[in-house]
C-alpha cells in the first residue's frame, strides 16, 4: 500500500525556518511528482509547491515564492520543502501528496497524514 509520511513540523517564531520532509514507504518516488498543499483552520486545501519527476520542473504559489524550496533526494526516497522567512499566516497543517505530474489538489491519488506549522512568537 502507497503511503506518505510527512515530518518536520513544529512551532517556529516569525522569520525562523523549517524543513519538512516527505518520506515513502512501498514504492519509490522516483516515479512521481510530489505535491506539498496546506489546509489552515476554516479554509481550503491549498496548493504550495510541487516538484515533477520527469524534467524535475518546481511549481510554487506566489505567496511563498522566494521563501519556500522544494527538492527531491531519490536516494533517500524523500521529497524536501525546505521553509525560510516563515509568517504567521504560513499556519496549517501541511500535507504531501503524489501524482504522476504535477497537478490540482483533486487530482491527488494518495496522501500523507499531514504536520502541523505554527509561526508565532
Known amino acids: 500500500q502507497v503511503q506518505l509520511v510527512e515530518s518536520g513540523g513544529g512551532l517556529v517564531q516569525p522569520g525562523g525556518s523549517l524543513r519538512l520532509s516527505c518520506a515513502a514507504s512501498?514504492?519509490?518516488?522516483?516515479?512521481?511528482?510530489i505535491g506539498w498543499f496546506r489546509q489552515a483552520p476554516g479554509k481550503e486545501r491549498e496548493g504550495v509547491s510541487c516538484?515533477?519527476?520527469?524534467?524535475?520542473?518546481?511549481y510554487y504559489a506566489d505567496s511563498v515564492k522566494g521563501r519556500f524550496t522544494i527538492s527531491r533526494d531519490n536516494a533517500k526516497n524523500t521529497v524536501y520543502l525546505q521553509m525560510n522567512s516563515l509568517k504567521p499566516e504560513d499556519t496549517a497543517v501541511y500535507y504531501c501528496?503524489?501524482?504522476?505530474?504535477?497537478?490540482?489538489?483533486?487530482?491527488?491519488?494518495?496522501w500523507g497524514q499531514g504536520t502541523q506549522v505554527t509561526v508565532s512568537s
Open positions: 516538484i515533477n519527476s520527469s524534467d524535475g520542473s518546481t
Open positions: 501528496a503524489a501524482q504522476i505530474i504535477c497537478t490540482v489538489v483533486s487530482e491527488y491519488d494518495y
Open positions: 512501498e514504492f519509490t518516488l522516483d516515479y512521481y511528482a
